[in-house]
């Protein structure tokens, strides 16, 4: 999608810095003809944008010139960032209240059963236990909860169990850092 320039504003920068357009060319990595179309018609790409934005050491902002279609695009961009953040809340909620016990868990998926009772986490998990909460760390049992999936570690902290596919552990400043690619909780009185 091509973008509107202020066309004036690149010629007022290439001659305040005694710039041919040839020069700009080198410096921006964009090729002479492009630049003599942007300073002619005004219009440009949002990568040549950036690269001679770059090349003025300047954002985009300030040359771009903003066009009502352009500001309908943006508030797309920011309707659709304000629902990406609301998923990532969400998400970072649940990961949290799952956790009552202290325990941080991150994850790029999360599933949870109906009852509320028993939370999977996959994709990139990130657990963190803070030094303060006590906690137990075991091989994993058969159960009816690990059966078909080849847990290794269950850990249980207060009122919670995890259970934890191929684990990575190590100690940080905030406390037992497990990376895994599964982690399965379990609330209290949840049976095996």
């Known amino acids: ?10 010629v007022q920068y290439r001659h305040q810095r005694a710039w041919s357009q040839q020069h700009l060319s080198v410096v921006s990595g964009v090729s002479l003809r492009t630049i003599q179309r ?14 001679i934005a770059a090349a003025f050491d300047t954002d985009v902002t300030s040359i771009a010139q903003t066009t ?7 508030g797309k961009l920011s309707a659709s960032a304000i629902l990406v953040v609301s998923i990532l809340i969400s998400l970072f909620i649940t990961s949290s209240t799952t956790a009552a016990t202290g325990v941080e868990i991150q994850a790029t998926s999360v ?6 009772t028993v ?3 996959t994709g990139e998990v990130s657990m963190t236990i803070p030094h ?10 058969h159960s009816a909860l690990s059966s078909g999936t080849p847990y290794q570690l269950t850990i249980t902290a ?3 169990t995890f259970l934890v596919q191929d684990a990575n552990i190590t100690m940080s400043e905030e406390g037992i850092k497990i990376a895994a690619v599964r982690i399965t909780a379990r609330s209290s009185g949840v049976p095996e």
């Open 132 to 141: 303060q909460v006590p906690f137990n760390i075991t091989t994993c049992k």
């Open 111 to 116: 599933s949870q059963s109906q009852d509320r």
């Open 119 to 121: 939370t999977h986490f």
């Open 38 to 51: 942007v300073e002619n018609e005004g219009n440009a790409s949002y990568e040549t944008l950036k690269a």
């Open 68 to 74: 009502p279609h352009l500001k309908t695009v943006y």
């Open 1 to 10: 999608m091509d973008m509107k320039i202020d066309s004036k504003l690149i």
């Open 158 to 160: 207060d009122n919670a």
